[in-house]
């Protein structure tokens, strides 16, 4: 069965700009996490959504939001964005969350100029 | 959810078994030992968790401590498309999808 699908791949904002990034999970699977991999902080978890309601969030600004739909895919916003903000963005899909294997996507490299 | 120590790198022998150790001193009894790894430039794959038992898949075995404090993955054969970062990670949410990684180890498979 399909994997994971992030879009888009990449993308180059500049800053104060607004960015939306979506992922489709797959098929079946209900829960929907996001994380930031950077060099210097390495993976970092952003939010995880499970049937259309956020059910964790890491200790980011709120500049950092996300939203599930009633299809299980999964949207990430970041406004006013900073150079800080240059990241892989991962998401990752799971049949429930808790001990479930994540399924990770490709991931979208996103550059802040 | 449990700090994980692991070495920041190291190399094995293609062919032969990688060993690749996790401190989790902290870890609490409910709290399942994951690993994960990321081969460069792609999205962390699942290679397996456990509890307190053994654990053994297709791709690797977990052995924990009797006392969980620590564990270790092993790849029984490693080849060079083994390289890549693993985490070890100590799971406390284990009603959310929430991974907490470290800063892993390099494993280098070398010819």
């Known amino acids: 069965k399909a994997g994971v699908t992030q879009t888009p791949r990449y993308l180059i904002k500049t800053r104060g700009q607004q960015v939306t990034l979506s992922c489709s999970p797959i098929s079946g699977h209900r829960s929907v996490s996001w994380y930031q991999q950077t060099p210097g902080q390495g993976l970092q978890f952003l939010f995880e959504?499970?049937?259309?309601?956020?059910?964790n969030k890491g200790n980011f600004p709120g500049r950092f939001s996300g939203r599930q739909f009633s299809n299980s895919r999964s949207e990430m916003n970041v406004s006013t964005l900073e150079l800080g903000d240059s990241a892989l963005y991962l998401c990752?899909?799971?049949?429930?969350?808790?001990?479930?294997?994540?399924?990770f996507g490709p991931g979208t490299r996103l550059t802040v100029l | 959810d449990a700090k994980t120590t692991q070495p920041t790198s190291m190399d094995c022998a293609e062919g032969r078994a990688a060993n690749l150790p996790c401190n989790h001193s902290?870890?609490?009894?409910?709290?399942?030992v994951y690993w994960y790894r990321q081969i460069h430039s792609q999205g962390p794959q699942y290679i397996i968790h456990g509890l307190k038992n053994n654990e053994t898949n297709e791709m690797a075995s977990l052995i924990i401590t009797e006392d969980r404090k620590s564990s270790t993955l092993i790849l029984p054969h490693a080849t060079l498309r083994d390289t890549a970062v693993y985490y070890c990670?100590?799971?406390?949410?284990?009603?959310?999808?929430?991974?907490?990684f470290g800063q892993g180890t390099t494993l280098q498979v070398k010819p």
């Open positions: 990670i100590g799971d406390g949410s284990s009603n959310t999808g929430k991974l907490i």
């Open positions: 902290t870890i609490s009894g409910n709290e399942y």
């Open positions: 990752a899909s799971s049949l429930r969350g808790g001990i479930d294997e994540q399924f």
């Open positions: 959504y499970f049937s259309e309601t956020q059910r």
